[in-house]
Every structure is written in structure tokens, then in C-alpha cells.
Nanobody, 122 residues
Framework: QVRLVESGGGLVQAGGSLRLSCAAS????????MGWYRQAPGKQRELVAI???????NYADSVKGRFTISRDNAKNTVYLQMNSLEPEDTAVYYC????????????????WGQGTQVTVSS
């Protein structure tokens, strides 16, 4: 069982910055694929950024060049540095851990945090 706890959300003016943190407990963090997702009111949850166990990353086109995902395996924590924030970035941000298990064959299981609100005012 993996538990994820996000922090760092809040209210910021357009052009400002925030850093989200997600602390994981349970299992072996360094093996997990970690991601940040967001869900705005009336919209589907969407992938913002992902970081693999080897450190490679991918970003949604809408945040490329503005957001940076990173991980600290010693602290079991993943971060999302958000710069040049825009009102369109307003959403609840969720941390995700994709964990591989083996039970006769390999399968993946997703764990989610409770979410943290990010509001960007114009």
C-alpha cells in the first residue's frame, strides 16, 4: 500500500510561481513512476508531468517550459515547480504513483493523493 500526501497549493497571481510537493510512504519509492495530474471544474483529469524511475520526464504541451517535475528518492518525494502561472492553470492538482506488482504476472496499480488546490488570479 502506498500513501501520497500533497502540499504547496494556494492562491497566486498570474506570472507567479508555486512548488508542489508529494510525499510518499510505503513500498520502494525509487522504483515508482510518479506523475502530477490536474482537474479543473467541469473538465477531465489530465496529465501535467511524469517522471520515471530512471529520471526521464514528459510534460503536457500546455506546461512545457514553465513547469518542472523532479524527484528526491532519499526523501520519497516528488516535486512540481510551476513558474509563469496562468489563470488556465487553476485546478486541483493530484499526485500519482504507478507501481508495478507481480502475482504470477506483472501488473500496474495507480495510487492517488487527496489533491491540492492551485488558483491563479488574473
Amino acid at each position: 500500500q502506498v500513501r501520497l500526501v500533497e502540499s504547496g497549493g494556494g492562491l497566486v497571481q498570474a506570472g507567479g510561481s508555486l512548488r508542489l510537493s508529494c510525499a510518499a510512504s510505503g513500498g520502494i519509492f525509487r522504483y515508482y513512476t510518479m506523475g502530477w495530474y490536474r482537474q479543473a471544474p467541469g473538465k477531465q483529469r489530465e496529465l501535467v508531468a511524469i517522471i520515471y524511475s530512471g529520471g526521464s520526464t514528459n510534460y503536457a504541451d500546455s506546461v512545457k517550459g514553465r513547469f518542472t517535475i523532479s524527484r528526491d528518492n532519499a526523501k520519497n518525494t516528488v516535486y512540481l515547480q510551476m513558474n509563469s502561472l496562468e489563470p488556465e492553470d487553476t485546478a486541483v492538482y493530484y499526485c500519482n504513483a504507478e507501481v508495478k506488482y507481480y502475482s504470477g504476472s506483472y501488473y500496474l496499480h495507480d495510487y492517488w493523493g487527496q489533491g491540492t488546490q492551485v488558483t491563479v488570479s488574473s
